[in-house]
């Protein structure tokens, strides 16, 4: 029948995921044996654990946002801009050598609240107007910069004058760095909107099939602006964490993010084309990526190769994880 049909289809989609995502759990540990082995008095340490968490906090949680994007069969490349411009309205909203406005714990949902405007700007430019999110994000990435770079200005550097709020994401009150915990809840955060909520259910459907979505009444246009809008959020709490490990406000304090972030994504298992993955996926990805630079730096690896080789661990990375579902996967040009 077409209920057992559907069914059966089911149950082997989750089997191909599964498999996919023991393939990526067998990377990380694959990587975390190798450098075990490389360099056994520096890798496999708690303090190195910590780092690595440490490193891997703020991606991940630029990772929650970016994830449901792409599930949606978009992207958004704004990242590094919305840090930026979020990151900066953040420590001149808190007391900060400048002596700024200093509005209390009320610069955290400040910051939040710009990412979440200039990522649901982006939205509804994409789905208003029709212009590809690739276009739209680019450019409200150089937009954030450029706010950012007007908030920092010509003056002296803006150092954040909380030292308890600048040493927190490091702590490890519960044995792992604050930071990793936050990034923790993001994730938790993430899972439960993409199982539980309209908002996640439907960037699914959207991804899976926008036309049939489209003609299920599904209003595609408000939610994808609420999607990049989160996204922007979690972007945005990104450049708060940024600036509290740098204890200063810094318009480029994003840089870098983009590329770590998308390329977690697809090795986590959630496919540009949409439908698939998820957030939970995403921290797999990042997992791998943060032990790789990690241990590579611990090794000795010259800098001026460590791109290449990170470059090739990725090329391998994506081909493992999507081999099991290399039939299904769909091609763009």
């Known amino acids: 029948s077409l209920s057992e049909t559907g069914s059966g289809g089911a149950a082997r989609r ?6 996919a995502g023991l393939a990526e759990l067998a990377i990380l540990l694959a990587l975390v044996a190798i450098f075990s082995v490389l360099n ?15 490193n891997a906090a703020i991606p991940i949680v630029i990772g929650v946002g970016a994830s449901l ?21 953040f420590v001149l909203l808190s007391a900060n050598s400048r002596e700024t406005a200093d509005i209390g714990w009320l610069a955290y949902p400040a910051a939040l609240a710009v990412g979440a405007v200039l990522g649901g700007t982006t939205g509804a430019i994409h789905a208003l107007a029709k212009v590809p999110s690739f276009i739209v994000s680019l450019g409200m990435w150089y937009v954030g910069l450029g706010i950012a770079a007007v908030l920092f200005g010509y003056e002296m550097i803006p150092f954040l004058g909380n030292e308890a709020a600048v040493a927190w994401p490091t702590a490890t009150p519960l044995g792992l760095p ?9 994730v938790g955060l993430g899972w439960l909107i993409e199982r539980y909520t309209r908002l996640g259910r439907y960037a699914y ?8 979505a489209r003609m299920t009444g599904i209003p595609v246009a408000g939610f994808v602006v609420a999607i990049f809008a989160f996204a922007g959020a979690c972007s945005a709490l990104a450049g708060v964490m940024g600036s509290l490990a740098l204890g200063a406000g810094s318009a480029t304090v994003g840089v870098g993010m983009l590329f770590l972030t998308l390329a977690a994504i697809v090795i986590g298992g959630t496919p540009l084309g949409g439908g698939r993955g998820g957030a939970l996926r995403t921290v797999t990805g990042v997992l791998i990526l943060s032990t790789l630079y990690n241990g590579l730096i611990l090794v000795g690896v010259d800098p001026s190769i460590q791109s290449g080789v990170s470059g090739v661990v990725l090329v391998a990375a994506v081909i493992a994880a999507g081999w099991s579902q290399r039939a299904r996967l769909r091609v763009f040009k």
């Open 205 to 212: 459907a959207i991804g899976n099939n926008e036309s049939v």
């Open 69 to 89: 994007v792409v599930l949606t069969g978009r992207i958004d490349l704004s990242v590094e801009g919305v840090m930026g411009a979020a990151g900066m309205a």
């Open 14 to 19: 989750r089997g191909l995921a599964a498999r």
């Open 40 to 54: 056994p008095h520096a890798f496999p340490t708690l303090t190195n654990l910590n780092t690595i968490l440490n």
């Open 178 to 186: 604050n930071s990793f915990v936050l990034a923790l809840v993001v």
